[in-house]
């Protein structure tokens, strides 16, 4: 039904930098992209960073100090991701509201493989 649109995953190795970003279609209205997480094999999705209503940004230890989030005026959503370490390897998913339901999107999940 709604899809968001990521893009920006790849190999990269240790210490090297990606840029995710995500956005729904323009057509679409309300909705309101908010979030990253990331899936590794075997493990949880788990929350990487958010932007809250508040406009705060909340990361993961793991993360802090070296991924930044942001959202432009668009309303697109990007991960600035530097220091890159091979833990970080996952799929990386954009989460979205619709704010009229609450109803939560996903994006389709982006690959970010960190290795030499």
């Known amino acids: 039904q709604v899809q968001l649109v990521e893009s920006g995953g790849g190999l990269v190795q240790p210490g090297g930098s990606l840029r995710l970003s995500c956005a729904a279609p323009?057509?679409?209205?309300?909705?309101?992209?908010k979030g990253w997480y990331r899936q590794a094999p075997g493990k949880q999705r788990e929350l990487v960073a958010t932007?809250?209503?508040?406009?705060?940004l909340i990361y993961a230890d793991s993360v802090k100090g070296r991924f930044t989030i942001s959202r432009d005026n668009a309303g697109t959503l990007y991960l600035q991701m530097n220091s890159l370490k091979p833990e970080d390897t996952a799929v990386y998913y954009c989460?979205?509201?619709?704010?009229?339901?609450?109803?939560?999107?996903w994006g389709q999940g982006t690959q970010v493989t960190v290795s030499s």
């Open positions: 323009g057509s679409m209205f309300s909705i309101y992209v």
């Open positions: 989460n979205a509201v619709h704010s009229p339901t609450s109803d939560d999107y």
């Open positions: 932007i809250t209503s508040g406009g705060r």
